[in-house]
């Protein structure tokens, strides 16, 4: 390992994985992002097997940092105001003392890059990041318009670490005896997002009419969100008296555990359709013109169990459309 790492492309740099020493992790958000950095964040801990690796993020995302087997502590970044110049000398401080041999940028913001300047003056870590001067820099100019899963993977591998295979995450399991789910088949509905981008979501009432027609294939609707959502399932209860509401009822590890289970799921561009995904779910997923699948489609160890369809406006595609697309085991 390069222990004496200089500021400046190329300068101190080693493709070797070091042999010991200190790894930092930056993944700090949003939920379908932090999901798919799993698989790089495996990989990193593969390259590096004998490392002490920290991971930076924000505190939504802090406790799944501490269930995943990849890290050895779990950092908050509480991504002080650019107006608390001493929340940043505190930041500068903590990152400088660690002591990191290399550091992962895998959230390849201008914040986050950033930090690298934080670093400075003298000798940083080896880098893999966009920062500029950094030792090991995702140099493709065309790196906006990849998809995230290609664009880490190119990342990572000009940091010598070859290939992302699908993660293992046998970790993230949870008993869900409690939610009585019968012994009919089931499909995952995720009708709800970002309560901000509305223009992502399609229709309740698509969803009911959905739902209905799982119904007459003998398939029960299970619907998925967050406690704020709970007014979508009602709405999609209407249409489909036998859906099973558990918004507000699930976390991260219950919704691996359903998605493990599933005939399969349609949901809009949020968090946990990237979750059911990784777990092999057969999923649907529904894009406006809001966001690009192109760019940020859900990813799972099963490409071809994954369809995206995508309509502008959303509430322009009909339910027999999305039921004709349906991906199911």
């Keep these: 390992m390069t222990e004496d790492m200089t500021a400046g492309a ?23 992002d932090f999901i798919q950095a799993f698989g790089p964040a495996a990989s990193i801990r593969n390259h590096h097997p004998a490392a002490e690796i920290t991971l930076l993020t924000t505190a939504p995302f802090a406790d799944l940092g501490r269930a995943a087997p990849w890290f050895d502590r779990v ?20 990152l400088r003392g660690a002591g990191f041999s290399r550091v992962y940028d895998l959230q390849t913001s201008d914040r986050s890059a950033f930090y690298f300047c934080l670093l400075g003056p003298g000798r940083r870590p080896e880098w893999s990041g966009i920062a500029p001067g950094c030792s090991h820099p995702h140099a493709n100019p065309a790196r906006d318009s990849m998809h995230t899963i290609v664009r880490q993977a190119e990342q990572l591998a000009m940091a010598g670490i070859a290939g992302i295979p699908p993660p293992d995450l046998g970790w993230l399991d949870a008993d869900i005896a409690e939610f009585a789910l019968g012994a009919a088949p089931f499909v995952l509905l995720v009708p709800g997002g970002a309560a901000h981008r509305p223009d992502k979501r399609w229709p309740a009432e698509s969803y009911g009419a959905l739902a209905a027609i799982l119904a007459g294939r003998g398939l029960r609707a299970v619907v998925l969100g967050t406690a704020a959502e709970r007014s979508l399932a009602q709405a ?14 699930t976390g991260l590890a219950q919704i691996a555990a359903l998605g493990r289970l599933a005939a399969g799921a349609v949901g809009n561009d949020t968090g946990p359709m990237h979750l059911l995904a990784a777990v092999g779910c057969p999923l649907t997923a529904l894009f406006s013109d809001a966001s690009d699948p192109a760019l940020c489609a859900p990813g799972g160890p099963v490409p ?25 085991r």
């Design 10 to 32: 190329g300068v101190g740099r080693t493709d070797k994985a070091p042999a010991a020493g200190r790894i930092l992790v930056v993944k700090l958000g949003a939920l379908g």
């Design 236 to 249: 999609i209860g209407w249409a489909a008296p036998d859906v099973l509401d558990l918004t507000g009822r």
């Design 75 to 94: 950092w908050i970044d509480e991504r002080p105001s650019w107006r608390r110049p001493g929340a940043w000398l505190a930041l500068r401080r903590r």
């Design 304 to 328: 071809e169990a994954i369809a995206v369809l995508r309509e502008a406006p959303l509430s322009g595609l009909d339910s027999a459309t999305v039921a004709a697309a349906l991906r199911l």
